[in-house]
């Protein structure tokens, strides 16, 4: 046939071998055989040549086995310079496919005393940043020499690679050809031939009564893998009373920018509201150390990444069914130390605790009491000290205010910079896992709380009406009773 009108079709198996005009020339020879696999490949070729030669021609296979499967993904460059040093992880992520008998089994008593590693070496940490999971390789070989002349080896060709891992998952790169066009292979010469191949999936489909059969065997062996894990792990965990809602923050301070003095350091401490405790060994305050600020784009900024993790419980209680449960908040002040251990307040701020769970990341802005005059900023900048708030809580409504209005008429401060926390929340409550009957009577509970989500928008929309409503009875009173009265009888 002529060369340009070559056809060739293989159905070929999983790790299954089809030499080509290459390994046949080479492993005919007996003494080119050096490994036992070449001793094998040499028996086959012959029993090939003895029953009338290999069926396919152009399209062969190599195996998992092959010493082309490791060539070719060792040498694999991670960029395209020529003078690449390949890295410690590029290295071990190179021989990413572990064979499964090289592995020796992990013993059931080694596996249940290391199932967390309390102290980790460094050889243990870089090793396990490196994918382990068993893989066999196979590659779909094309011999696209010139007609006639096969079997060299720079005319051979990748036309489809299979990978399956340890945890059955089969990767086929490129993929099946299925509606889309014939892939194309264009060679480098003086011809510029161009090569087109399809690939498509001769599996036999499995008969339905072997697929459900499959999904069983799979159900046990999943259970019983999740009764092993839970016999490793116990059920030795602390739950939430019904009615209770477990609130975890582990918290950061990150950064304060925009203040005026360096060498700053944040002081803090939770309020719990009515219906609110704690653990008897959680501490409900904290200071960070001291941090210098460096220069970033307009600001003075001072990174403190301080960690805390505050726990609390809300306790659901008979005498708030009518009222709205309060939420903790986070209260802290910012001061700057000089070197002659001066001291100043640089601002005051609070936040509410986040009502739903995840991550939350907020910047909350800061001021402080000033005074008129030149004498105060003079005794501020020479002496340090500066007005402070005798009850901190001041920044919102202070814990000991009874009244029904509070006035900060005549309290003159000052804008200064912000403080940006990292908050993690989680909650825990055992209406989650219990039956909807007991649900239901905890969601007004969950409800009362702002969904997780509302808490903030519902305040705000209670005292948006309660100003609107103070503002029309204002108004109301200042309008002659006349002009009430008429307006009345017209409508």
Sequence with gaps: RPPGEEEEEAEVGWQEKLFSQFEVDLYQNESACQTPLDQQYHEEILKLEKAGGRKNCRIFTYTDHDRFTNLEEHCQKVTDSDHEVPSYLAERMANVRRRRQDHRPIEASSLKSKIITWEPSEEFIKNNHVINTPVQTMYIMGDLGPYGKLGHREYEHVLCTIKVDGNGVITVKPDFTGTKGAYRIELDGEKREVWKYTIENASVQVQPEEEEREQRVFRDL?????????????????????????????GEIVSAQGYEYDNLYVHFFLELPNQWSSPAFQQLSG????????????????????????????????????????????????????????????????????????????????????????????????????????????????????????????????????????????????????????????????????????????????????????RMQEARESLPQDLISTSASTV
């Design 222 to 250: 999943y259970g019983r893998h999740k009764e092993y894990l839970s016999g490793l792990v116990g059920s030795e965990f602390e739950m939430t009373l019904p009615g209770t809602l477990r609130l975890f923050v582990n």
């Design 287 to 470: 200071v960070t150390q001291t941090c210098a600020t460096k220069t970033v784009g307009w600001d003075n900024v001072a990174y403190f990444c301080y960690p805390f993790t505050l726990e609390m419980f809300f306790t659901q209680g008979d005498e708030s069914e009518d009222s709205l449960p309060q939420w903790p908040v986070l209260y802290f002040e910012v001061l700057s130390l000089d070197f002659w251990q001066r001291y100043r307040v640089e601002g005051y701020g609070s936040l509410v605790l986040p009502a739903s769970p995840g991550l939350h990341v907020l910047t909350i802005p800061t001021w402080r009491p000033v005074e008129l005059g030149t004498v105060a900023e003079l005794r501020r900048f020479f002496i340090g000290g500066s007005p402070e708030l005798e009850d901190i809580t001041y920044i919102r409504i202070p814990s000991t205010f009874k009244g029904e209005r509070l006035s900060r008429f005549g309290f003159r401060t000052e804008t200064t910079g912000s403080v940006t926390f990292r908050l993690y929340c989680l909650q825990q409550s055992k209406a989650f896992l219990e039956t909807s009957a007991l649900r239901q009577r905890m969601q007004s509970v969950l409800d009362r709380l702002g969904g997780f989500s509302q808490q903030s928008s519902v305040y705000n929309v209670l005292e948006a009406f309660q100003r609107a409503r103070r």
